[in-house]
Each structure stands twice: as structure tokens, then as C-alpha cells.
């Protein structure tokens, strides 16, 4: 177990909450309204894949912006006239994933109030500002964490950037998350420590192999499992 007085930088979507599995649901939906008389649904969720790459750079994430490549995955795909009511069918699919009640993965309350009270808690989620932070007044979990910080992309410079800013000891603050694309390699390459979260239905588009931490990585297959590290 650590010494008490770390960082601890702590994911939000598929770490602390379910998230994924709404924009899958919602794309299983989407499938239907789209019926492709030839398309599989992994041949459609590919054309959606790159929207989804080139849109995400410019706009972001989120429930609004995946609705947005939802409609253009649509327009692109669709074999009939698409009209108003298909795109008001798109917009209430994302709407179901933005009112979603909160539901928090097992045992992330009694661990978070454990490591509270012996480590600096931060809340470090990449998407849309509001809707990240609605979120998390929503899940009742924000008691928890020192500061909140919701930032567009989490790559290497987001996390240098922020350990400066913020004065950190790169020594002593972990990255804990479920995304080997934005949570643990980054962190690594920025000098810092992690801790591999999974969560079986992370976003595909967060998938990438996980780099050597060189003695930096801690992988555990529970939230609750964190207990007995820090
Ligand atoms: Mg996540």
C-alpha cells in the first residue's frame, strides 16, 4: 500500500459510471431506423468509426456530438429519402443517453471515501464541459474529489500541461482509468504513474495496446481492488 499524500487523477466514464454501454444501445437503435439492406451492424459501426475519428477532432465528444455523426453516418449510408422525422429519431437517441440516470459501477463510492481520506482525489474526464459536469452532480460523487477537470482530448500534453499547472509531483500522482488511449498510455508517456481499470464494453475507439509502464503500471480488475493499493 502507498504511502499516504498522493494524486490520484480519476477517470469518470467506464471507470467511476456505465457510459459506453448507452452509445452502444443507441447505435444498435440507429441500425434499425438506418435498415441497410446489405450493411452488417459491424459494417455500419465502421463508416461510423471514421466519422466518429475525423468529427472527434474537431468537435469533441459527447452525446450532441455523437448525434451529429450518427445523422451524417445516416446521409451517407442510408439507400431511401431520409427526412425530418429520421433525424428527430437520431436526436432521441442521444437524448436517452444524456438522461440516462447515473448508475456507478460496484463499489466506487466505499473505495472513493477511502482513498479521500488518505490521497488528493481529482476527477479528470475528457468530453463536453457540461455534460461531463452535469454528470457529476448528478452521481453524487463530487464530495469526493479536491477539483474537477474536464479537458477536450487526453493526450501527453493535456496531462504535462496539467501536472505543471497544477504544480504535481509526477512521482507521486497516478492516472486511474479504464482507456489505454486516453487514461494510461498518455499518463505513462507523461511520466506518470497509472492504473489499468478495464471495463469490458470501452468505447472501441479507446482501445490501443498498452504501452511498458516500466515498473508504472498497475493493472487491477476491479474499482474496489484500488483499496488495497493506495
Ligand atoms: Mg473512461
Not at 482513498?115 to 461531463?132: C, D, M, N, P, V
Not at 504535481?168 to 482509468?177: F, N, Q
Not at 505513462?188 to 508504472?216: C, K, M, Y
Amino acid at each position: 500500500m502507498k504511502a499516504p499524500g498522493c494524486t490520484l487523477l480519476v477517470d469518470a466514464d467506464d471507470t467511476l459510471w456505465e457510459n459506453n454501454i448507452y452509445f452502444e444501445r443507441a447505435f444498435e437503435r440507429f441500425c434499425e431506423l438506418l435498415g441497410h439492406p446489405s450493411m452488417t451492424p459491424e459494417e455500419v459501426r465502421e463508416v461510423l468509426d471514421g466519422i466518429e475519428r475525423a468529427n472527434n477532432r474537431v468537435h469533441g465528444y459527447g452525446a450532441e456530438n455523437f448525434g451529429r455523426n450518427l445523422r451524417q453516418c445516416l446521409e451517407r449510408l442510408a439507400t431511401r429519402p431520409v427526412g425530418t422525422g429520421d433525424f428527430e429519431a437520431v436526436n432521441r437517441l442521444t437524448g436517452r443517453i444524456l438522461d440516462h440516470p447515473i448508475e456507478l459501477i460496484d463499489g466506487v463510492p466505499e473505495t472513493l471515501e477511502h482513498l479521500s481520506e488518505r490521497h488528493e482525489l481529482i476527477l479528470f474526464t475528457k468530453g463536453e464541459a457540461g455534460e461531463q459536469r452535469r454528470k457529476v452532480e448528478r452521481s453524487g460523487l463530487s464530495g469526493y474529489f479536491t477539483h474537477v477537470e474536464v479537458v477536450k482530448e487526453k493526450d501527453q500534453h493535456t496531462y504535462e500541461r496539467f501536472v505543471d499547472a497544477r504544480a504535481l509531483d509526477v512521482e507521486a500522482t497516478w492516472m486511474i482509468g479504464n482507456s489505454p488511449r486516453s487514461d494510461i498510455n498518455p499518463a505513462l508517456a507523461a511520466g506518470l504513474q497509472a492504473v489499468f481499470v478495464p471495463h469490458a464494453r470501452t468505447w472501441r475507439l479507446e482501445h490501443e495496446e498498452i504501452a511498458d509502464g516500466n515498473g508504472r503500471l498497475v493493472r487491477v480488475e476491479s474499482f474496489r481492488e484500488l483499496k488495497g493499493l493506495f
